[in-house]
């Protein structure tokens, strides 16, 4: 069964420090994992894309790692701030049988950055 | 210059009542989705079209009728309203089935 795990389910941390969150996932088979951001009361918005061949990728603060044979991925944010307060969502694409990508969701990781 | 809008963004209403929600993207993306948001905050999805043509349909009560009146918009009507329809409705879209999403302001709906 295609599954998309997050943990830890929410993370409260000091303005300043680093976090990481974790996505396994048993997608297969597997396309791309991409995480998104959405703010309290707006919509998700792409952070980053994971590819097969990719093992780390960077967006400002925010770093994405991708371990394909674990099923693995993390998302790293450095010297958080406050407006890294947020749901942060594992999104994988899978190839369906018709060729087209299914996408399955996990269930989000709420951050709350304190000052 | 939003890209995936819909209206409205609230919407209080009473339960029997229909009710519809719309959603227009300018992005030029053929492909289109309907998610609701449960309190949760697990986004799970009710219906995808692909350049007008309806692609997913998951166990959505037959009282949800998507319609895509052209590949840049797709409107959700509901009927009979319940209280469990309670929740928060994006719609989003992307420039192929599977690709980057991309999601409108969402739409509280309260029924009571």
């Known amino acids: 069964k295609n599954q998309v795990e997050q943990s830890p389910q929410s993370l409260i941390i000091l303005e300043g420090k680093n976090c990481t969150l974790q996505c396994n996932y048993t997608v297969s088979p597997f396309s791309n994992l991409r995480w998104y951001k959405q703010d309290t009361g707006r919509g998700p918005v792409s952070l980053t894309i994971m590819t097969f061949s990719e093992n780390t990728k960077s967006n400002g603060r925010y770093t994405a790692t991708l371990d394909a044979d674990t099923k693995q991925s993390s998302l790293h944010i450095t010297a958080s701030q406050l407006s890294d307060s947020a749901s942060y969502i594992c999104v994988v694409s899978g190839l369906g049988q018709t060729g087209a990508n299914n996408l399955f969701f996990g269930t989000g990781t709420r951050l709350t950055v304190i000052p | 210059d939003t890209a995936v809008s819909q209206t409205p963004k609230y919407l209080v209403t009473q339960m029997g009542n229909d009710k519809s929600i719309k959603c227009e993207q300018n992005?030029?993306?053929?492909?289109m989705y309907w998610y609701k948001q449960d309190s949760k905050k697990f986004l799970k999805i009710m219906f995808s079209?692909?350049?007008?043509?309806?692609?997913i349909n998951e166990t959505v009560p037959n009282r949800f009728s998507p319609k895509s009146p052209d590949k840049a918009h797709l409107n959700l009507h509901i009927n009979s309203l319940e209280l469990g329809d309670s929740a928060v409705y994006f719609c989003a879209s992307s420039r192929y089935r599977g690709g980057e999403l991309f999601f409108g302001e969402g739409s509280r709906l309260t029924v009571l």
């Open positions: 079209y692909n350049n007008k043509e309806l692609i």
């Open positions: 992005l030029g993306h053929d492909t």
